[in-house]
């Protein structure tokens, strides 16, 4: 979604889970007099990234998607610039910014969907 706002800038923006004829309608008409809309789940990741103290770099955002496929941490550096070393010490550093205290990295993931990032 993120990834959506920035590159995209769309007028109007809801999930397919949000889409009822009423949100459909409501959508259209904001887009046709004082654009944008964004549909709530949408909104409330707007107003997350605004009262959060951090931004995540791509090379961030790379790292979560391929854990959320299933990519195993040793193999991060295939798909991002980084050494191993360098991959596990930015992953903790992603834990510390979403507050996870374990080191569990389907917490991590949870915590980074639930903040709009996957």
């Known amino acids: 979604m ?5 590159n995209i800038d769309p ?3 809801i999930l397919k889970e ?7 309608k409501r959508c259209i008409e904001t887009i046709l007099t004082a654009p944008p809309y964004y549909g709530p789940k949408i909104l409330k990741l707007l107003q997350y990234q ?3 103290k951090f931004s995540l770099t791509e090379t ?3 790292m979560l998607y391929q854990l959320s496929l299933g990519t195993k941490t040793k193999d991060l550096t ?3 610039n980084l050494s191993l070393r360098a991959v596990e010490d930015r992953k903790k550093k992603l ?3 979403f507050e996870i205290s374990d080191g569990d990295t ?3 993931l949870d915590k980074a969907r639930e903040s709009g990032y996957i």
Do not use: M
Request: aromatic share 6%; charged share 25%; net charge neutral.
């Open 2 to 6: 993120h990834n959506i706002l920035a």
């Open 11 to 13: 007028s109007g923006f």
């Open 18 to 24: 949000e889409a009822s004829s009423e949100n459909l």
């Open 50 to 52: 605004f009262t959060n």
């Open 60 to 62: 961030d955002r790379i």
């Open 78 to 80: 295939k798909h991002v």
């Open 95 to 97: 834990k510390e910014i």
């Open 106 to 108: 389907k917490a991590l």
